[in-house]
């Protein structure tokens, strides 16, 4: 018995420390009650502080947030130029139905005209309150 644990004990010693997430080389071991438990094995390097970790781990929120607010600056610039690029489209077939002189426009042309000009009201207005939401979350 005392030479079957000296021998375990020398094997033990030689063992290479064992490393988190490494399933295979984690020992299992029956306790006194016929139950088995996980050697502890930590998932923290040995050459960090918990003093660097927080620090780390504080720099790392910091960047999130500054990735947060440049992506959500990135959508609103989105959004902007493809309001533009709506606005641009409706005035480029508003004005082709203004060069039409009034006496030849037909019915239907004068109603998309009226059309075209109640949708670029709409769109600028929504583009408005885009730039005042941008500003409030820039201010934020």
């Known amino acids: 018995m005392e030479l079957k ?3 375990s004990a ?3 010693a030689e063992k ?4 988190y997430g490494a399933v295979e080389e ?8 016929g139950r088995t438990q996980p050697d502890v094995v930590s998932m923290a390097e040995t050459t960090m502080m918990p003093e660097e970790i927080e620090l780390e781990m504080a720099k790392i929120q910091r ?3 500054v990735l947060v607010r440049r992506e959500s600056e990135l959508r609103f610039m989105m959004d902007d130029i ?3 690029k709506d606005i641009m489209n409706l005035k480029k077939e508003l004005q082709s139905l203004v060069a039409v002189p009034e006496k030849d426009k037909t019915k239907l042309q004068k109603q ?3 059309e075209l000009i109640q949708k670029i009201h709409k769109l600028v207005q929504k ?3 885009l730039v005042d939401d941008a500003e409030v979350e820039r201010l934020r």
Not at 16 to 19: E, Q
Not at 26 to 33: F, I, K, N, S, V
């Open 127 to 129: 583009r408005d309150f």
């Open 63 to 65: 960047l999130r947030e």
């Open 16 to 19: 290479p420390p064992r490393r």
């Open 82 to 84: 493809q309001l533009c």
């Open 10 to 12: 020398s094997m033990e």
């Open 112 to 114: 998309r005209e009226d």
């Open 5 to 7: 644990r000296s021998i």
């Open 26 to 33: 984690t020992e299992w071991r029956a306790d006194g009650l």
